[in-house]
């Protein structure tokens, strides 16, 4: 079936950066956007970036522009998302979801989260 | 930037209905989706594009938007609809999402 499962939970100190992995499996890996979304302890969601798995340019959110960076590894359906130089407001669940076409581009499949933890 | 405005909390009492306000400036110029977000679990796509359902939704759940609010209708709550929901829209090449309602079925 259409999945995306993420990596297990991580642990950083204050300063150190988090990469983390989001395997796609049961579609056509190129034909759909992946974004990033994060959700901090009790709060909302937070829009990270998109990127395309085809190729091309990535899109930032100008709150996390140059400490986030999206990646892709075509050869096994992988996106990574990459966070540097984390504080204590980047601990959160970090998702995945894929943005659908036929939808609008609405995210119709989410993994299933990665808790992130930053703490000294 | 672009902002989503969702009230904190709603309640509703079980085979009411309950509605959601999203509120951004000309939002009907946008395609407004909404998810649910029950405790401990990834978001679910409940409407896409203003007012479409995606297979699998209840027919409970409609969508709507006009002038700058979108609606998310629930139909008969049930329990099970106790979750957070939130709005997302497009601003240009970001996604902006609502701050996320609290949906109470007491």
């Known amino acids: 079936q259409v999945q995306l499962v993420q990596s297990g939970a991580e642990v950083k100190k204050p300063g150190a950066s988090v990469k983390v992995s989001c395997k796609a499996s049961g579609y056509t890996f190129t034909s759909y956007y992946i974004h990033w979304v994060r959700q901090a302890p009790g709060q909302g969601l937070e829009w990270m970036g998109i990127i395309n798995p085809n190729g091309g340019p990535t899109t930032y959110s100008q709150r996390l522009q140059g400490r986030v960076t999206m990646t892709r590894d075509t050869s096994t359906s992988t996106v990574f998302m990459d966070l540097s130089s984390l504080r204590s407001e980047d601990t959160a669940v970090y998702y995945c979801?894929?943005?659908?076409?036929?939808?609008?581009?609405?995210?119709?499949?989410w993994g299933q989260g990665t808790m992130v933890t930053v703490s000294s | 930037s672009y902002e989503l405005t969702q009230p904190p909390s709603v309640s509703v009492s079980p085979g009411q209905t309950a509605s959601i306000s999203c509120s951004g400036n000309k939002l009907v110029d946008n395609y407004v989706c909404w998810y649910q977000q029950r405790p401990g679990q990834s978001p679910v796509l409940v409407i896409y594009q203003d007012t479409k359902r995606p297979s699998g939704i209840p027919e409970r759940f409609s969508g709507s938007n006009s002038g700058n609010t979108a609606t998310l209708t629930i139909s008969g709550t049930q329990a099970m609809d106790e979750a957070d929901y939130y709005c997302q829209a497009w601003d240009s090449s970001f996604v902006v999402f609502g701050g996320g309602t609290k949906l109470t079925v007491l």
């Open positions: 979801a894929r943005g659908a076409p036929r939808l609008e581009n609405a995210f119709d499949i």
